[in-house]
């Protein structure tokens, strides 16, 4: 943000007002446990944006998810934390740019991207995935599938509805 403001002003202005959304939505999901899927995507669409302004032609997403899907319910940051997980584990360059796609199959939502490993990995404890699969076991009593073929990795969640999400507590 700091440099923006001092090289490019208005995208600065875009910026913080996607930042500012995105902190305001994360202050007042405190405490919930599931959020319905049409909130969630617009937390991970200012993400996203966000995350744009920041790599630019080094990183794409896509995000098709038809509206009818949206009123169910889904863990709170379920699927926000796939995408930070995306950026966190591979390298982003305009040659090779990091492609998210945020797709619907089957009563499930699919966050992949292709794998662009980094030179120096980040150091990862792997409990990212394993916390989300178990807060998922809890609210759902489904399973969160993982899929990688060396090229694309991908997570699968189930979209819940409030019969399914076991009484937690949701934003609407």
Avoid: W
Avoid at 19 to 39: H, T
Avoid at 123 to 146: C, F, H, P, Q, W
Avoid at 154 to 163: F, N, Y
């Amino acid at each position: 943000l700091k440099t923006l403001i001092r090289k490019q002003p208005e995208q600065a202005e875009v910026y913080l007002k996607k930042l500012s959304d995105f902190l305001r939505a994360s202050i007042s999901l405190d405490n919930k446990i599931v959020i319905k899927l049409e909130e969630e995507l617009k937390f991970c669409m200012d993400y996203l944006e966000l995350q744009k302004v920041r790599f630019g032609g080094a990183f794409q997403f896509i995000v098709t998810i038809p509206d009818e899907v949206k009123s169910g319910v889904v863990p709170v940051f379920s699927l926000q934390q796939l995408l930070e997980n995306a950026f966190k584990h591979n390298a982003l360059t305009k040659a090779s740019p990091l492609l998210i796609k945020v797709t619907y199959d089957n009563d499930r939502i699919i966050v992949s991207n292709n794998i662009n490993e980094k030179e120096i990995a980040e150091e990862s404890t792997g409990m990212g995935l394993a916390n989300l699969s178990e807060r998922y076991k809890i609210i759902s009593d489904d399973e969160v599938l993982i899929h990688t073929d060396g090229h694309v990795f991908s997570v699968s969640l189930k979209i819940l509805s409030h019969d399914t999400s076991q009484g937690c507590d949701t934003i609407s």
